[in-house]
């Protein structure tokens, strides 16, 4: 299969840059930024981006959605990367959805994906626990009462979460913090009795949250899948997850590299542009061939996701480390390029850097994704 979006998957991803360029473009980060809006997002926004079909790129046809892939989903996470765009689409219409697409009952997906499809709820994945990204490692418990569970504990970089209208909580109802087995999912009211939300502003002024749980009273219907069998549906959702980052991220590297090479065709030293400096023109050819590689990897793992999400995670893990990797060169040389001014706000291609920073921790850093791999493969 050809590594390349194909001509309905390109027009999606034109589609969706058009629009974001016009009704979100990076000024409206600034200014969510510097005015500390209370959602960090534009509900307005996201309602117009759901009315685009957007925000239903995943949810099937039968529940209002467009009953599109990984890699149409990918294609819209590369437009959001190009603009630095603060939007719940990866926290809803990719983690949330997926979860409920793979693990949710009649009722619940009946329930959910249609609102997800309407851009009428955020929901947000609370998985992580600690600094780094350590999904195998679950010390939040939820302990069976009756026919009921009481849910304790603590995560953090949920994103989304302060604005989430659902929580999607990774817990363990059996075994010690480490074990393989014993994680289930639940579905959680965040403005349930016990639960609390701190807001986390990330240095890309992106939204993230701490939440903890108190005795959180949780009926039946709130378990996502069997109970103590959450892993693989965790994998999965994270897997999904970590694609559309790549894409995302192969969209940061992508418009970082454009304006960069615009600079430095304008920018004259010695009367002339400095773009025609030898030195600068190799290092552009060289960023140029990486991040068509990463593009090209990201597509690979997408198109695995797609045909067996349960098979899929050396390519997933393969082109989350790659676009770390491409995107860390892209912002790099962007701002070096640039030179003293690179650093300076008035140029935005620092903050592409700062998205950068946090894609690339968010489900799993470079290291991360090697060890995986390597793991995965044996080693």
Known sequence: M????NEEQTMLRDSAQAFLAENAPIAQLRKLRDSRDAAGYSPDLWRSFASMGFAGALVPEAHGGLGLGPIEAGAIMEAIGRNLVASPFLSTSVLAATALMHGGNSAQQSAWLP????GEVVAALAADESAKHR???IATRAEPKGGSFTLSGAKTFVVDGHVADLLIVAARTAGGVDDAEGVTLFLVDPKARGVSIERTVMVDAHNAARVSFDNVELAADALLGGVGSGRALLDTVLDAGRAALASEMVGVADQAFERTM???KEREQFAQPIGSFQALQHRAAHLYSEIEVTR?????AQQALEADPSGSGRLVSLAKA???MSTTLAVQEGVQMHG???MTDDFDVGLFMKRLRVTQELFGDDAFHADRLATLAGY
């Open 322 to 324: 790659r676009a770390g």
């Open 2 to 5: 050809a590594l390349v979006l």
């Open 135 to 137: 999904p195998n490692r």
């Open 115 to 118: 609102k997800i499809a309407a």
């Open 296 to 300: 090209a990897a990201v597509i690979k």
């Open 340 to 342: 003293g001014m690179g």
């Open 262 to 264: 615009v600079y430095i």
